[in-house]
């Protein structure tokens, strides 16, 4: 079955507490991204990558990393989480860049950070 | 500044009647999305919209793209409760260039019974 996964799905840390949310795609996909949704706020873009070792930021990037070594997975690396970071994030992927293909989203993962 | 706004941001409609959410963004944009989240649940794509004047239907929903306006509808023809969901417009602003997306705040959409 296409899909995009995350793990994991619920997770509740401290502040300062490193932490790796991940993300793989089985569908070859180039292109995958990160999101936060806030209340109010819509979804909003944190990094995306185009191609392997290919990332690039998105709207809100501060206090994220990201990185792309294999095609099919695309994990979101918080080094020292704040409360501010608590939201619930989607990873996505899409056929590739420049494609007419609309976006896949994972189940998302919500995050609490204390 | 880059800005996607969606209007109205809450809609409570009676089964049976129409309606339409509004997307008017800032950039000059050829493609358009639509997608539609349940509660809890996660985003699924309703619409790809990619040039001036498109327009998709499907079921009870039609989509269309003004890119000229940069306005993006999504119509509700007799709405049924299976409708109710959140609905999202997003943007990719890049074309050949950013390939950054930028989504609206959402619609929430109730249908009553």
């Known amino acids: 079955e296409a899909q995009v996964t995350q793990n994991p799905r619920y997770l509740i840390t401290v502040t300062g507490k490193k932490l790796t949310v991940t993300c793989s795609q089985n569908?070859?996909?180039?292109?995958m991204s990160w999101y936060r949704q806030d209340p109010g706020l819509g979804l909003r873009q944190i990094y995306y990558?185009?191609?392997?070792?290919?990332?690039d930021k998105g709207d809100v990037p501060e206090g994220y990393k990201v990185s792309r070594k294999e095609k099919r997975n695309f994990p979101l690396i918080l080094e020292s989480p704040s409360p501010n970071q608590t939201s619930l994030y989607f990873c996505?992927?899409?056929?590739?860049?420049?494609?007419?293909?609309?976006?896949?989203f994972g189940p998302g993962t919500r995050l609490t950070v204390l | 500044e880059l800005k996607v706004e969606q209007n109205p941001l809450f809609l409570s409609m009676q089964e049976g009647k129409n309606y339409t959410i509004y997307c008017n963004y800032s950039?000059?944009?050829?493609?358009l999305y639509w997608y539609r989240q349940d509660p809890g649940k996660s985003l699924e794509s309703l619409f790809v919209?990619?040039?001036?004047?498109a327009v998709k239907q499907e079921g009870r929903l039609m989509a269309s793209l003004d890119t000229k306006a940069r306005l993006s509808t999504l119509h509700i023809t007799a709405a049924v409760h299976d409708l109710s969901a959140t609905y999202f417009c997003?943007?990719?602003?890049?074309?050949?260039?950013?390939?950054?997306?930028?989504f609206g705040t959402g619609t929430r959409l109730k249908v009553l019974a």
């Open positions: 569908m070859n996909h180039e292109y």
């Open positions: 919209l990619l040039s001036n004047g």
């Open positions: 997003a943007v990719d602003p890049g074309g050949s260039g950013t390939y950054k997306y930028i």
């Open positions: 996505a992927s899409s056929l590739a860049v420049a494609s007419t293909d609309t976006q896949y």
């Open positions: 950039t000059t944009s050829d493609r």
């Open positions: 990558s185009m191609n392997v070792e290919v990332t």
